[in-house]
Structure formats: C-alpha cells, structure tokens
C-alpha cells in the first residue's frame, strides 16, 4: 500500500493480466470514475510481485481468496494483514500519508500528487480575465 498508494479496493482487485513488467507499471481502469490509470512501480513494490508471482501467479488475481480463488481478498483481509504488520490504521490511510508525505517532505508538486492518487485535477484559475 504505501509504495503504490491505491486505494484499498483497487489493490485488493489488482490482476496479473494489469502489470507490465517489462515497463515495470500497472495499468488499470479506476472504479470510482472508470478512467485509466497507470501505477509506476517502485524497485521494492517490483520485487514483491515478482515474489508473490511464484505463489498466486497462475491465478486471476494478485491477493486471491483463500477458499474462492477466483475472488480478490476481502477488505477485512487487508485490514487485519495491515494490523498484523504493526500498523494501527486502516489502509486508505496510507494514501493520505502519501500525498502529505510527497507535499511536506518531498516537495513534489500538488497536481502530480493528486494524479497519482487518481483524483481529477481541476486547472488553476486564470490571472487575468479571458475577453
């Protein structure tokens, strides 16, 4: 979550048939507003998948059910892997510490960061009036 900062659903639902490795980017639709969406992959969250590939990469899915292989994981499957790993936050979390962290820290423009987050980015208004 953190490397890729989607939202939990998106992750839970990502496929093998989406990630270019050879690009080394994941390429979706976004639920919330059907647009396309591309998720450059970080060298860690890269080797991840190529780890989890040997476990579940015959199958549809990256995170799969464990009873029904041909669903995605649940949200609460997410939520108590998270809370095993340490962490005491809900996974949207990590994409609000992603924009603030790339803001406040990392000095990356506003725009980028709401891109990669798949929100709409509105154009800043004119200076001067359009005649």
Not at 34 to 46: C, D, E, M, N, R
Request: net charge positive; proline share 5%; hydrophobic share 35%.
């Amino acid at each position: 979550m953190p490397h890729l900062a989607v939202r939990p659903g998106e992750l839970r639902a990502m496929e093998w048939g989406d990630i270019n490795f050879g690009a080394k980017e994941w390429r979706y639709n976004i639920n919330k507003t059907q647009t396309g969406h591309i998720v450059p992959l970080s060298s860690y969250a890269f080797e991840r998948l190529r780890f989890i590939q040997t476990y579940t990469g015959n199958e549809r899915y990256v995170f799969h059910g464990i009873k029904d292989k041909s669903r995605p994981i649940s949200d609460m499957a997410l939520t108590v892997s998270i809370r095993r790993l340490g962490f005491d936050i809900v996974p949207h979390s990590f994409r609000a510490s992603f924009r603030t962290l790339g803001d406040e820290v990392l000095n990356f423009r506003a725009d980028c960061l709401e891109l990669q987050l798949g929100h709409k980015v509105l154009r800043e208004p004119r200076k001067t009036p359009i005649k």
